[in-house]
């Protein structure tokens, strides 16, 4: 056989990755209707049951992950602060940082931060746990009880996770603005009065509109990707990590691009 004959022809490997991206993104929409169809219909089984679920990994998600955000958004927002007034005249230059602090940390930053804080503690539970869970055969007898496993550990991780996405960016915003600034007086002459009415005068509806509507996509982008990675899992430990590895992977793609297409249709 001749080396040409050896290569893959080009059009059936793009014909044969097109397919297979078009089976994940239908599997996940399917898993995404899924979800919330099973919410509305079995609402009445069980329901104080999931609401503690979703409640359990809204703690899991965002209670404990208040330490870690707060010290990378503390950071990010020094960073920037005495940057940004290192480079200009604070008497004439006070809303131009200002405009600055909202185009990186409430545009863009503090919710692509927050969404890679939480693929690195809740998005690798997730896969990991559902996928052990598969291999120890606990899907089925779930099953044989009668619960369905999409309405148990599906919808409560999509829930809880999407609120809690949320809630962690408005932290986030909220000490990477006023933290990093309190931070950063000690080393520019600006006093904080004048410092937050620029700062509010330099906020539009449009960026927090963006900024909520990134956070609450970034949280379902973040479950869905990873509980469905992890219920992917068919018959050895072995595939636990690298269901979680590829649960992680696809979320932060998805949420990157996810977050240039909202900038692009927002802001060009």
């Not at 927002?77 to 008497?91: F, H, K, P, R, Y």
């Not at 006070?94 to 809740?122: D, M, N, P, W, Y």
């Amino acid at each position: 056989m001749s080396i040409a004959g050896n290569r893959a022809d080009p059009v059936e490997f793009l014909g044969s990755w097109l397919i297979n991206k078009f089976r994940y993104y239908s599997d996940l929409s399917t898993l995404l209707f899924l979800s919330f169809k099973e919410l509305i219909s079995e609402r009445k089984k069980g329901f104080s049951l999931i609401w503690e679920i979703t409640l359990r990994q809204i703690y899991f998600t965002g209670v404990q992950a208040l330490k870690v955000t707060a010290f990378v958004s503390l950071a990010l927002g020094t960073l920037v602060i005495v940057e940004a007034g290192s480079q200009m005249n604070l008497l004439g230059g006070l809303k131009f940082i200002c405009q600055i602090l909202v185009l990186v940390i409430i545009r863009e930053l503090g919710s692509l931060f927050t969404a890679f804080i939480v693929i690195g503690r809740s998005g690798t539970a997730m896969a990991t746990e559902l996928g052990n869970m598969i291999v120890a055969h606990e899907m089925e007898a779930l099953r044989a009880m009668g619960i369905n496993p999409v309405y148990f550990l599906v919808t409560p991780r999509l829930i809880g996770v999407t609120i809690a996405v949320i809630c962690l960016t408005i932290f986030f915003d909220l000490i990477a603005l006023l933290g990093g600034f309190l931070i950063a007086m000690l080393i520019l002459p600006v006093d904080f009065i004048t410092f937050l009415k620029e700062l509010m005068s330099s906020l539009t509806g449009v960026d927090l509109s963006v900024g909520f509507l990134k956070s609450f996509a970034f949280g379902l982008l973040i479950s869905l990707t990873c509980t469905y990675h992890g219920l992917n899992v068919r018959y050895s430990a072995i595939e636990v990590p690298q269901a979680a590895t590829k649960g992680v992977v696809s979320a932060i793609l998805a949420c990157i691009i996810f977050n240039v297409a909202i900038t692009i249709l927002f802001y060009l």
